[in-house]
């Protein structure tokens, strides 16, 4: 029984990778990696067919490592065992490299077995997921793990790809069947970023050009396969990013029709984590402080999705995007953090007041003595003017109060038991 297509013209070296320049391109900071043997632990993060477990399969070649691999789905605590049962063995005498696939379905106890390995150099993690890591990966691994995005595919990454894979058919087949740029540009955009999907339709229009006793993949049998897959993939050949932009900013600009059109998009593609993700980040980004009992809210009609699945999913998410939508909007607090941000990455930064230092002690050469600082709580109104910014900065201001009517309340508040001290 043959391997899938995808496994058999799968690239041996970092120069056949298709795409994810910014990772593995001359001078880029995954590839320095990878050709310094020194391979740190890894998360990598993004679609289904974006190269992730290519470029791990690359990385153990060029470590000297033996590569392990584990799909998280599946595996079990024991499974893990059996891998730490071959630490020093010949096999792995240059340590082994564990491919774990889908990480977020290992639970909280799995992963913390792993992590003891990790820490302790048995052995060299390299874990994948199609969901944000930040919300699903155990903390103490992503601490100690370098995380890096994969991005879908653009359509021309993936039209070489055909072109060699048609090559290879051709050549198992004993028969050429060829298929012109055109029509594998067509695959490509209907494969949305995913290489594994392009492979397949381009395998089943060979098979089909091919019973048709034909020498070339017509246009009329891509289209049959395309057709296939118009509900998953956007005939269009719009990117990713288009589309999940495109629902963030229907959101943020109060279009709850927009905004469902292009959930319905994404749910059809059975991409729930994008939908997911956005929905989240809009809630907290555009949404705000405007009403802030909007993030628990969409984060519990997230938790739902995720726990019935689809096709019900689309339920809990469509009642949380037209609150979004429908919402006030305020982007208060993501102006102020990039304000702040923007400071530190600057350095422009200051010592942290002696009043807010984590001492209990001076030392004889303190000129004052005493913290000195001032328990809000011991005052009236819970507040107590005192300086908390470095005095570099002492006078700087990031947050602005919005014109919601949540955020000026809060202002009217801190005016009248500001303005009082």
């Known amino acids: 029984m043959k391997s899938p297509l995808a496994d058999r013209v799968r690239p041996t070296d970092l120069s056949e990778v298709a795409g994810q320049k910014d990772l593995i391109g001359e001078g880029k900071i995954l590839r320095k990696i990878i050709e310094s043997r020194e391979i740190p632990n890894l998360i990598f993060y993004g679609p289904s067919g974006v190269g992730k477990t290519t470029v791990a399969n690359i990385i153990a070649k060029t470590a000297g490592k033996k590569l392990c691999y584990l799909n998280a789905t599946t595996a079990s605590t024991a499974d893990i065992k059996d ?160 589309i999940v932009s495109a629902y963030q900013k229907s959101m943020r600009g109060s279009d709850a029709d927009a905004a469902l059109h292009y959930l319905a998009r994404l749910l059809a593609a059975g991409d729930l984590p994008s939908a997911c993700r956005r929905l989240m980040v809009c809630a907290c980004e555009d949404v705000g402080l405007a009403y802030p009992q909007i993030i628990p809210i969409v984060k519990s009609a997230v938790d739902i999705a995720n726990a019935v699945g689809l096709p019900e999913a689309r339920i809990p998410l469509a009642d949380a995007v037209i609150l979004v939508a429908n919402a006030p909007k305020s982007n208060s607090g993501e102006s102020a953090i990039d304000l702040a941000l923007a400071d530190v990455e600057s350095g422009n930064l200051g010592a942290v007041p002696r009043t807010l230092q984590n001492k209990h002690f001076d030392g004889e050469e303190s000129a ?29 201001k990031y947050y602005v109060y919005g014109d919601n009517k949540n955020e000026q309340t809060f202002k009217n508040y801190w005016d009248k038991i500001k303005g009082n001290k």
């Open 368 to 396: 004052v003595k005493g913290q000195n600082y001032k328990y809000p709580h011991n005052f009236e109104n819970h507040y107590v003017k005192q300086q908390y910014l470095p005095d570099r900065i002492k006078n700087k």
């Open 83 to 242: 891998i730490v049962g071959e630490i020093g063995s010949i096999d792995a005498a240059n340590g082994i490299l564990l491919y774990l696939d889908e990480i977020q379905y290992f639970n909280k106890k799995q992963q913390q077995i792993l992590l003891s390995y990790i820490e302790n150099g048995d052995i060299t993690l390299i874990a994948s997921t199609t969901e944000n890591p930040f919300f699903y990966v155990y903390n103490a691994i992503l601490s100690r793990s370098s995380v890096f995005e994969f991005k879908p595919l653009a359509p021309n990454d993936i039209v070489p790809v055909i072109i060699r894979a048609n090559g290879i058919l051709s050549k198992e087949n004993g028969e050429e069947v060829t298929i012109s740029d055109e029509l594998a540009l067509k695959i490509a955009r209907c494969a949305n970023g995913d290489v594994r999907r392009a492979l397949n339709m381009l395998e089943l229009s060979s098979m089909l050009a091919r019973a048709d006793k034909s020498a070339e993949i017509s246009d009329e049998v891509v289209e049959q396969i395309l057709s296939e897959n118009s509900v998953r993939y956007d005939r269009e050949g719009d990117e990713h990013y288009d």
